[in-house]
């Protein structure tokens, strides 16, 4: 490309950024301006958004990049910090080369450890010998354009169909969120859901802030299932451009039978399909997690790898924590402490996490 230029640009205040992801075909939400603000806010996160223009000043490339600073983690450059697939968009994969270079010169400056690039399936393949190549984590999306007798047909009779039968029976009933005390909720719930996990609950800000940010733009729904006047299970979903993402999810164990999480998930899905959306996303799940993808699987899905690319090749081997022996060892004894001490843990731990 010629005459090509890199900058450095703040997508709060120039509407180019938007612009360009709300066109891509390959854009997320966590591409969104209003991503970086919420990370920013919680988190402090410095962000580094690049991009790539042509002689009319024309976006031709984006990278959405976050300086996380840890003394436990390291000091890294990741696109993006809490998000399974975030990485660079362009026109042409020539207009890639010279982000990238920006990219790695500023890696050099600010002395980071490595760099990540969390890109989804079907983007690009780097070329680049120095790139180190993982495809350890991977999401589950379902097409809703089917009509809904054959989507149906494609769930699991006997652990997906009867369950959500049976939940419509149960009288369970469906709330949309308008307030933060539906927040209050649904986080009291994350938090049981995430002991029981043995893992700490993100920091009530960053759901907070989620819903502040997200939702006036209608980038963020959150579904309540309601039994006799109690919340029993929740689902936090993102929805931009064609597709609905399962964020985060969350029950009250003692009404399992009741079998809140099928009817959310049917709810939710009926409603994006009813809204044309043509994906839903079930989001991401490591190997390590045999159960959740059976899951995940048995609603009809399709499964992708996600290639994330790290820089320098060599500076990080896996993203597997999973199944090291610090994370083991911590998820055991997070099992037996109170909801209040891991709340506290969550809030310190998880900005080194990102």
Same mark, same amino acid.
């Given at each position: 490309?010629?005459?090509?230029?890199?900058?450095?640009? +703040?997508?709060?205040?120039?509407?180019?950024?938007?612009?360009?992801?709300?066109?891509?075909?390959?854009? #997320?939400?966590?591409?969104?301006?209003?991503?970086?603000?919420?990370?920013?806010?919680?988190?402090?996160?410095?962000?580094?958004?690049?991009?790539?223009?042509?002689?009319?000043?024309?976006?031709? =490339?984006?990278? !959405?990049?976050?300086?996380?600073?840890?003394?436990? &983690?390291?000091?890294?450059?990741? #696109?993006?910090?809490? #998000?399974?697939? #975030?990485?660079?968009?362009?026109?042409?994969?020539?207009? $890639?080369?010279?982000?990238l270079?920006?990219?790695?010169?500023?890696?050099?400056?600010?002395?980071?450890?490595?760099?990540?690039?969390?890109? =989804?399936?079907?983007d690009?393949?780097?070329?680049? =010998?120095?790139?180190?190549?993982?495809?350890?984590?991977r999401?589950? %999306?379902?097409?809703?354009?089917?009509?809904?007798?054959?989507?149906?047909a494609?769930?699991?009779k006997?652990?997906?169909?009867?369950?959500?039968?049976?939940?419509? %029976?149960?009288?369970?009933?469906?709330?949309?969120?308008?307030?933060?005390? +539906?927040? %209050?909720?649904?986080?009291?719930?994350?938090?049981?859901?995430?002991?029981?996990?043995?893992?700490?609950? @993100?920091?009530?800000?960053?759901?907070?802030?989620?819903?502040?940010?997200l939702?006036?733009?209608?980038?963020?729904?959150?579904?309540?299932?309601?039994?006799?006047?109690?919340?029993?299970?929740?689902v936090?979903?993102?929805?931009?451009?064609?597709?609905?993402?399962?964020?985060?999810?969350?029950?009250?164990?003692?009404?399992?039978? $009741?079998k809140?999480?099928?009817?959310?998930?049917?709810?939710?899905?009926?409603?994006?399909?009813?809204?044309?959306?043509?994906?839903?996303?079930?989001?991401?799940?490591?190997? @390590? +997690?045999?159960?959740?993808? @059976?899951? %995940?699987?048995?609603?009809? &899905?399709?499964?992708?790898?996600?290639?994330?690319?790290?820089?320098?090749?060599?500076?990080?081997? &896996?993203?597997?924590?999973?199944?090291?022996? !610090?994370?083991?060892?911590?998820?055991?004894?997070?099992?037996?402490? !109170?909801?209040s001490?891991?709340?506290?843990?969550?809030?310190?731990s998880?900005?080194?996490?990102?």
């Amino acid at each position: 490309m010629k005459n090509e230029k890199v900058i450095f640009v +703040d997508p709060t205040i120039d509407n180019r950024w938007n612009t360009f992801v709300e066109m891509h075909p390959l854009a #997320s939400i966590y591409h969104h301006s209003c991503w970086m603000e919420l990370l920013r806010q919680t988190y402090d996160y410095k962000p580094y958004y690049l991009a790539c223009t042509d002689e009319q000043d024309h976006f031709q =490339a984006i990278l !959405p990049l976050f300086l996380v600073k840890s003394w436990l &983690t390291g000091k890294r450059l990741i #696109s993006v910090p809490f #998000s399974p697939y #975030s990485g660079p968009l362009f026109n042409d994969e020539e207009n $890639l080369n010279p982000i990238l270079r920006v990219l790695e010169n500023r890696a050099r400056c600010l002395e980071v450890d490595y760099v990540q690039l969390r890109c =989804a399936t079907n983007d690009f393949h780097f070329k680049r =010998a120095n790139y180190y190549k993982n495809e350890y984590y991977r999401i589950h %999306k379902l097409d809703l354009r089917p009509n809904t007798d054959i989507l149906i047909a494609s769930f699991h009779k006997s652990c997906i169909q009867r369950p959500i039968l049976r939940s419509l %029976k149960n009288g369970l009933v469906m709330k949309i969120a308008e307030s933060e005390e +539906d927040v %209050k909720s649904f986080y009291h719930l994350q938090s049981q859901t995430r002991k029981k996990h043995g893992v700490p609950p @993100q920091p009530y800000a960053y759901f907070l802030n989620m819903w502040k940010i997200l939702y006036p733009l209608g980038y963020v729904q959150l579904l309540l299932a309601v039994y006799e006047n109690r919340t029993v299970a929740a689902v936090l979903l993102l929805k931009f451009k064609e597709t609905v993402i399962y964020q985060n999810g969350a029950s009250d164990e003692q009404f399992l039978s $009741l079998k809140p999480n099928h009817f959310l998930l049917w709810k939710a899905i009926e409603m994006a399909k009813a809204e044309g959306y043509h994906h839903f996303d079930f989001g991401t799940s490591s190997p @390590q +997690d045999k159960g959740l993808i @059976q899951f %995940k699987q048995r609603w009809g &899905t399709k499964e992708y790898y996600l290639p994330y690319y790290c820089y320098p090749k060599g500076s990080v081997k &896996t993203t597997n924590i999973e199944s090291r022996l !610090p994370f083991r060892v911590a998820t055991a004894v997070f099992h037996y402490l !109170p909801i209040s001490v891991l709340r506290r843990i969550g809030e310190i731990s998880y900005r080194h996490v990102a």
